[in-house]
């Protein structure tokens, strides 16, 4: 009976090293260096949008709700523009006053979105109203520069880099 165990352990073990070889020679195997690697990176989504409203909730963490925009440029601007408005390419600048300066911003529709800022977000907003320098700031500060009227925060589109509903980046975007 022990002969057998050991012949049937044998067989066992040469059939496995066959078919092991078999796999091997075929190339249908995987090895760590061809797996797939999910970054960080591809998981962010890039949005722009108007910030309508900032809630504190808790010492660390402020929820805004963005109502999202499309931020377009020269021909792209122009095509949407013209869509949006109705108006002839010669009167654009009539109907789209942005378009002055070859940019549009376009509603995208819907309901806000509900963003969370946190204390590792960095937050970038213009140091003086309407001029193209930005400063970084903290999340305090950011919540007190909404609520001051003088700022204009709440016209200005921001660009946001989320992941899921966490806000990465918020940078205020500059309108000629």
Avoid: H
């Amino acid at each position: 009976m022990k002969g057998m165990d050991k012949r049937a352990f044998g067989t066992f073990t040469f059939l496995l090293l066959i078919f092991g070889a078999a796999f091997w020679v075929s190339g249908n195997y995987v090895t760590t260096q061809e797996m797939p690697i999910v970054k960080e990176e591809e998981k962010t989504e890039v949005v722009f949008g108007l910030i309508k409203g900032v809630e504190r909730r808790g010492l660390n963490e402020i929820f805004i709700d963005l109502d999202r925009v499309e931020f377009l440029f020269r021909e792209e601007a122009m095509q949407a523009a013209i869509e949006d408005t109705n108006c002839k390419k010669e009167e654009i600048e009539n109907c789209a006053p942005s378009m002055n300066n070859n940019f549009y911003i376009r509603d995208i529709g819907g309901d806000a979105r509900t963003y969370a800022l946190g204390k590792e977000t960095k937050i970038k907003v213009f140091k003086d109203p309407g001029a193209p320098e930005l400063e970084e700031v903290s999340l305090a500060d950011f919540e007190e520069q909404f609520g001051d009227e003088d700022r204009f925060i709440s016209a200005y589109p921001f660009k946001l880099i989320v992941y899921g509903i966490d806000v990465l980046d918020l940078e205020e975007q500059y309108m000629p």
